[in-house]
């Protein structure tokens, strides 16, 4: 029997390092917490189409929707409590570095679809918005 082998750490250079760091940036999710406001009505149903994005305002940008939580996807739906505020999650893709404000947009072939103009950007991409 020899000597246990030798375990060594790999190095990984520079130039590999600098390399991924734009993708480890462009990979930053962002979180936007929505609040569809309470109605005096029962029976009110909302859901979410995956084609709902973020759109950046200063180019053709679009971050995808790639998480939802407490709504219902298309084709089915979640029912909304009356009188009370109804609270979902939505992740996406990150967005550009550069990005100041967008747009959340649901875009559906019918009526109806959420959209809230000019989110402004902040230093966690975490976000609430109100639907309307």
């Not at 109605?39 to 940008?61: A, C, E, Q, Y």
């Not at 999650?89 to 000019?118: A, R």
Request: glycine share 6%.
């Amino acid at each position: 029997m020899g000597d246990p082998a030798t375990i060594t750490k790999p190095e990984i250079t520079t130039e590999i390092l600098e390399s991924l760091q734009p993708k480890v940036e462009e990979e930053k999710q962002v979180i936007v917490h929505c609040c569809f406001p309470g109605s005096p009505f029962s029976g009110m149903l909302v859901r979410i189409w995956s084609s709902t994005f973020l759109i950046d305002k200063n180019s053709d940008h679009k971050s995808s929707l790639i998480h939802h939580e407490n709504i219902s996807l298309f084709p089915y739906w979640t029912e909304v409590p009356s009188h009370k505020d109804f609270w979902f999650t939505l992740v996406f893709s990150g967005l550009p570095k550069d990005c100041k404000s967008f747009d959340l947009k649901e875009e559906i072939p019918e009526e109806g679809g959420f959209f809230v103009p000019n989110i402004k950007r902040n230093g966690t991409d975490v976000y609430r918005v109100k639907i309307s």
